[in-house]
């Protein structure tokens, strides 16, 4: 009897200890992957605070086609207070593309006109006081890339180029020094055509030194050369600068993304669907190209413009819209959804209402 209730309690004892050691397993398992997905990016080459930057930009927003246009209201959509106070509680960070280049001075100093910068300011205090992160840009600046000007883009002499480009950014240093640190400057939009490489690389590290004369620390974008700047990643070189995020646009599946629209060179046709596995594995190859970049690299990434033209169906756009946020939410990389009111637009601001499937996409 005494034998038989030894038995029984030894073998209580081991069924009992054996699961311990796999509950034990089993936790210590999912506290690591729950480590790993608190861990988000690498973020050993920069401060504390801009890899928390990178991070807390999460769900973004582009104003686009307002203040990049050549003149504010060229592209049939202007910069309404009312848009704005829309974003609010809803996205954490806003990009507002910019031309400065057509609103200051010809010459070499390139004095920024005084009322569209305070234009500009009156949007980014109302969005820093509502909270949100706030990056500005300089948005085509055609003649730089050597790109044929827009209609109501004036020329400049081709020797002041860059040096306009610096000075624009010198003064937007000095005017917004003192700001809060949700405002965070970005370089560039898109350098492509004869800024080649090696030109591009040269002039943004100018850049970023002439914005550091002023602005010590203030968070910078900075990118590579390139419409599909992913795959140019490896032809950046990195300034030595412990506050910078690396600016990444995607618009993968192209013939989807950009069907139908007018203003491309090449007609893409429309009725392309998203996303089927093809198209899904290109977008996440691109991605696993950023992370392992990110890991090689310790400077956090921010993908600034992702989105659909409105020629695709509104199934096919809400697929592509889950499928990409799903992907970079899982990389803990933040993003800014190309764009608020215009042809890839979240917000129909003729019927002054959300495209609901759209705006769920993006925030559920
Ligand atoms: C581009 C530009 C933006 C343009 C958009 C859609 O890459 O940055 O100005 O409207 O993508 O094509």
Known sequence: MILANFKFYKSLISVISSCLIVLLCWSNLVQASGAERAAGQSCYSVSERTCQIAHELNKGINLGNMLEAPIEGDWKIRLDPAYIELLKGQFQSVRIPIRWSNHASPEGHAKIDDFFIKRVSKAVDQLLANGHYVIINVHHYNQLSGKGLSRNEFMVEEGVLELRLINIWKQLAAYYKGY?????????????????????????????????????????????????????????????????????????????????????????????????????????????????????????????????????????????????????????????????????????????????????????
């Open 180 to 364: 809060s640190d949700r405002l965070i400057f970005e370089v560039l939009n898109e350098p492509t055509g004869r800024l080649t490489h090696q030109k591009w690389n040269q002039l943004q590290k100018q850049l970023v030194e002439s914005i550091r004369e002023v602005e010590p620390r203030r968070t910078i974008m900075i990118t590579p050369r390139a419409y599909r700047p992913i795959h140019q990643l490896s032809k950046l070189d990195v300034p030595k600068d412990p506050n910078l995020i690396v600016a990444l646009h995607q618009y993968t599946p192209f013939k989807f993304t950009h069907q139908g629209i007018k203003y491309l060179p090449m007609n893409l046709p429309i009725g392309v669907t998203c996303c089927n596995s093809v198209q899904k594995k290109k977008i996440v190859n691109e991605l696993n190209i950023v992370t392992r970049w990110n890991q090689q690299h310790g400077y956090p990434v921010h993908l600034g413009e992702f989105g659909s033209y409105q020629a695709g169906d509104m199934q096919s756009r809400v697929n592509y819209t889950q499928f990409m946020v799903n992907e970079l939410e899982k990389r803990r990389i933040g993003w800014a959804y190309w764009e608020f009111g215009s042809s890839f637009g979240i917000y129909d601001t003729k019927a002054k209402q959300w495209r609901q499937p759209l705006l769920e996409a993006l925030l559920d």
